[in-house]
């Protein structure tokens, strides 16, 4: 009787294992849209996975008791390897379907040494273990080895508006970025941006790309300054002006005072709105405007001095102070600061600096251009040739247009050198031909110099020279012979016309 019901028992075995192997080789667990839906795919290769590995465990028990052989438990073996294989692609395609990456800060900071960074906290939103395990009732070691709550290999760039890379590094990368542990990247920013674009690519080949409005680091709290003519030289008697660039890091203060010190006081200073240039003296940040244009406008004196001396680069500071510290430049108007005692303040500055130049000017005066000489004589012009500029002339020359055939004669052909507020005369001696015929000749005065390397040239003069007709000594001693003599016959036929 137990040996019929062991026979009972194999017969039973062998009609499940041949029923469970037609049921393997006819199961399809593919669908035509297991690729648009990925979680439903999912499932379907799940309950295949499960059944083939059913399937083989019956298979290897039937091989053991010998009722199998091993082309069968092979068959089994790879209709369950296909099986998982597929569980396996459906399972990682929906956690890298399902992974996110997310932005929670992006802080614009300023070094110490003036450059401008970025830092990015990214954060892995996937969140995928609890929620799958719910959904899919998975809790195997096949999903944990998966690693749902890790993303792999992620590159971070920042662009500006024309897709350029203007981050230094170019890319950076993090090899895992879990679940609840946000990572933070620093950059250093090639292009001083308030908005930037941020590319990410992630896990299997993701990408996400956001425009972000940088946050400023209110740790710093300070207004950070920039200008881009940092360095000017500027003439005597002129204006200059130096652009100035105001950026809020600070979540306390909004509202600042602008300075400017060692600067000397014949040097005239103020600030000025860049939009509409009306003069400044404090300068308010609104949470939608956070960085603001302003310029320093200064003016020099007409001479140079002590204080302003000629090509001595004068260096100061703009300061940008919070209310609490602007009492502490204004109570000290003359003091002469420097670098260490500015950065102790700890308060946004900038170096700038200012060389003032100066240009000569050529000023020439003559007290007569009208001359009237006779054909052998000579006309002498003086002209004094005065420097009322505020640098000295180098090369005083002059180039002369005279009539053809006249001569000239120049004393000092050249004036080597002709410092601020003075003057030298000139004495031209024009010599006309032996033969010049009477009238009016006119002679131009061209007066050129340099002054600091450039070149500076005076108004010209014209002289004016009327050689007067010569006098003929026989004609008059004829003409005055005939009038003694008419007025002698006059005399003597009165005489004789009264006798009568």
């Not at 006098?471 to 003597?492: D, W």
């Given at each position: 009787?137990?040996?019929y019901?062991?026979?009972?028992?194999?017969?039973?075995?062998?009609?499940?294992?041949?029923?469970?192997?037609?049921?393997a080789?006819?199961y399809?667990?593919?669908?035509?849209?297991?690729?648009?839906?990925?979680?439903?795919?999912?499932?379907r290769?799940?309950?295949?996975y499960?059944v083939?590995?059913s399937?083989?465990e019956?298979?290897?028990e039937l091989?053991?008791?010998?009722?199998?052989t091993?082309?069968?438990?092979?068959?089994?073996?790879?209709?369950?390897?296909?099986a998982?294989?597929?569980y396996?692609?459906?399972?990682?395609?929906?956690?890298?379907e399902?992974?996110?990456?997310?932005?929670?800060?992006?802080?614009?900071?300023?070094?110490?040494?003036?450059?401008?960074?970025?830092?990015?906290?990214?954060?892995?939103?996937?969140g995928?273990?609890?929620?799958?395990?719910?959904l899919?009732?998975v809790?195997?070691?096949?999903?944990?080895?998966?690693?749902?709550?890790?993303?792999?290999?992620?590159y971070?760039?920042?662009?500006n508006?024309?897709?350029?890379?203007?981050?230094?590094?170019?890319e950076?990368?993090?090899?895992?970025?879990?679940?609840g542990?946000?990572?933070?990247?620093?950059?250093?920013?090639?292009?001083d941006?308030?908005?930037?674009?941020?590319f990410?690519v992630?896990?299997?080949?993701?990408?996400?790309?956001?425009?972000?409005?940088?946050?400023?680091d209110?740790?710093?709290?300070?207004v950070?300054?920039?200008?881009?003519?940092?360095?000017?030289?500027?003439?005597?008697?002129?204006?200059a002006?130096?652009?100035?660039?105001?950026?809020l890091?600070?979540?306390t203060?909004?509202?600042?005072?602008?300075?400017?010190?060692?600067?000397?006081?014949?040097?005239?200073?103020?600030?000025?709105?860049?939009?509409?240039?009306?003069?400044?003296?404090?300068?308010?940040?609104?949470?939608?405007?956070?960085?603001?244009?302003a310029s320093?406008?200064?003016?020099?004196?007409?001479?140079?001095?002590?204080?302003?001396?000629?090509?001595?680069?004068?260096?100061?500071?703009?300061?940008?102070?919070?209310?609490?510290?602007?009492?502490?430049?204004?109570?000290?108007?003359?003091?002469h600061?420097t670098?260490?005692?500015?950065?102790?303040?700890?308060?946004?500055?900038?170096?700038?600096?200012?060389?003032?130049?100066?240009?000569?000017?050529?000023?020439?005066r003559?007290?007569?251009?009208?001359?009237?000489?006779?054909?052998?004589?000579?006309?002498?012009?003086?002209?004094?040739?005065?420097n009322?500029?505020?640098h000295?002339?180098?090369?005083?020359?002059?180039?002369?247009?005279?009539?053809?055939?006249?001569?000239?004669?120049?004393?000092?052909?050249r004036?080597?050198?002709?410092?601020?507020?003075?003057?030298?005369?000139v004495?031209?001696?024009?010599?006309?031909?032996?033969d010049?015929?009477?009238?009016?000749?006119?002679?131009?005065i061209?007066?050129?110099?340099?002054?600091?390397?450039?070149?500076?040239?005076?108004?010209?003069?014209?002289?004016?020279?009327?050689i007067?007709?010569?006098?003929?000594?026989l004609?008059?001693i004829?003409?005055?012979?005939l009038?003694?003599?008419?007025?002698?016959?006059?005399?003597?036929?009165?005489?004789?016309?009264?006798?009568?």
């Amino acid at each position: 009787m137990s040996s019929y019901r062991h026979r009972i028992f194999i017969t039973f075995l062998i009609i499940a294992t041949l029923a469970g192997g037609a049921f393997a080789q006819t199961y399809n667990p593919f669908n035509q849209r297991d690729d648009e839906y990925r979680l439903l795919g999912l499932k379907r290769a799940r309950e295949a996975y499960e059944v083939a590995r059913s399937d083989y465990e019956r298979q290897q028990e039937l091989h053991r008791r010998g009722l199998l052989t091993e082309t069968e438990l092979e068959q089994s073996r790879s209709q369950f390897s296909d099986a998982e294989v597929n569980y396996q692609q459906s399972l990682l395609a929906v956690l890298f379907e399902r992974q996110y990456i997310s932005v929670s800060q992006a802080v614009k900071l300023q070094k110490h040494d003036g450059s401008k960074c970025v830092r990015l906290t990214l954060v892995n939103t996937s969140g995928g273990s609890e929620e799958f395990r719910k959904l899919l009732n998975v809790d195997d070691d096949l999903f944990r080895s998966l690693q749902p709550d890790v993303t792999h290999n992620v590159y971070v760039s920042i662009l500006n508006d024309d897709n350029a890379i203007i981050s230094q590094p170019y890319e950076a990368k993090i090899s895992e970025l879990r679940y609840g542990e946000p990572q933070s990247v620093e950059f250093r920013l090639l292009q001083d941006l308030d908005e930037v674009t941020v590319f990410l690519v992630y896990g299997n080949g993701n990408q996400r790309t956001m425009k972000i409005f940088l946050q400023k680091d209110a740790t710093y709290n300070r207004v950070a300054v920039q200008s881009e003519q940092f360095s000017q030289e500027v003439e005597l008697g002129t204006e200059a002006t130096f652009d100035l660039t105001l950026e809020l890091f600070s979540g306390t203060d909004n509202t600042f005072s602008l300075e400017a010190v060692n600067l000397p006081q014949q040097i005239s200073r103020y600030f000025k709105d860049a939009s509409n240039r009306v003069r400044l003296s404090q300068v308010k940040f609104t949470e939608s405007s956070r960085t603001k244009n302003a310029s320093l406008e200064v003016t020099l004196p007409d001479r140079p001095s002590e204080e302003v001396a000629m090509d001595a680069a004068i260096p100061f500071y703009v300061l940008v102070l919070p209310r609490d510290k602007a009492g502490m430049i204004s109570d000290q108007p003359d003091k002469h600061w420097t670098e260490a005692e500015i950065e102790a303040l700890d308060v946004g500055f900038v170096r700038l600096e200012l060389v003032p130049r100066g240009k000569g000017e050529l000023l020439v005066r003559a007290p007569q251009l009208y001359h009237a000489i006779s054909s052998d004589e000579t006309a002498k012009v003086a002209v004094d040739c005065y420097n009322e500029g505020s640098h000295r002339l180098d090369n005083v020359e002059f180039e002369i247009d005279l009539p053809l055939g006249w001569t000239r004669d120049v004393e000092p052909e050249r004036i080597p050198a002709l410092e601020i507020g003075r003057d030298k005369r000139v004495v031209f001696t024009f010599t006309p031909p032996a033969d010049v015929s009477p009238g009016k000749y006119d002679i131009r005065i061209r007066s050129t110099a340099t002054s600091n390397s450039q070149p500076v040239i005076a108004d010209d003069k014209t002289v004016t020279v009327e050689i007067k007709p010569g006098s003929n000594l026989l004609g008059t001693i004829v003409i005055v012979t005939l009038i003694l003599g008419l007025v002698a016959a006059i005399v003597i036929w009165g005489i004789k016309l009264s006798r009568r």
